[in-house]
């Protein structure tokens, strides 16, 4: 059952395919470069999945994945708020459990917990959008209810080693 939440959320939460690079803890694409913070290979291997930049998935079917994406064209200019709940389509249920602004790579960012369903099965949600240089960026960490404080720090780790370069 974690293989089918983990495939059914990274669908439902991140849109957009891109071929990227990845390598030295740097993602690369035709109009966007960012680096965030490294994740143990012992813990976490990482998946290709259509829909986002890079998805990490804890070793040992826990159902925890952390997963990055970034979109720098045909997005307006929503708020945070509204980038948050763009990334919540599809879950129902949906508890909010808190949100708080702090600085990332030098933009305000916003951090929002939720706890939701997908399908019924609930799930534990923890998501960091900013906007930079026209690109939204977001992070999103998703795990079985009760599971997820467990693998908190390596989520923090990720993004808060995240430093963002426009591609010219």
């Not at 945070?80 to 763009?86: A, I, R, S």
Request: a negative charge; hydrophobic letters at 40%.
């Amino acid at each position: 059952m974690p293989r089918l939440l983990l495939t059914l959320v990274l669908s439902g939460l991140l849109a957009g395919c891109h071929r990227a690079t990845f390598e030295d803890s740097v993602l690369q694409k035709s109009d966007v470069k960012y680096r965030v913070g490294p994740l143990s290979n012992s813990v976490w291997e990482r998946r290709g999945f259509d829909d986002n930049d890079l998805a990490f998935v804890e070793r040992g079917d826990t159902g925890r994945v952390i997963a990055t994406n970034s979109t720098c064209k045909d997005h307006d200019d929503p708020s945070l708020q509204v980038l948050t709940k763009h990334l919540l389509m599809g879950f129902t249920e949906r508890q909010d459990l808190g949100q708080r602004s702090f600085t990332l790579d030098g933009r305000e960012a916003l951090r929002s917990r939720y706890v939701a369903k997908l399908d019924g099965v609930p799930i534990s949600l923890e998501l960091v959008v900013l906007k930079k240089d026209n690109c939204v960026f977001d992070f999103s960490y998703v795990a079985p209810v009760g599971t997820a404080d467990a693998r908190m720090a390596d989520f923090e780790s990720l993004f808060q080693g995240f430093s963002a370069e426009r591609q010219r």
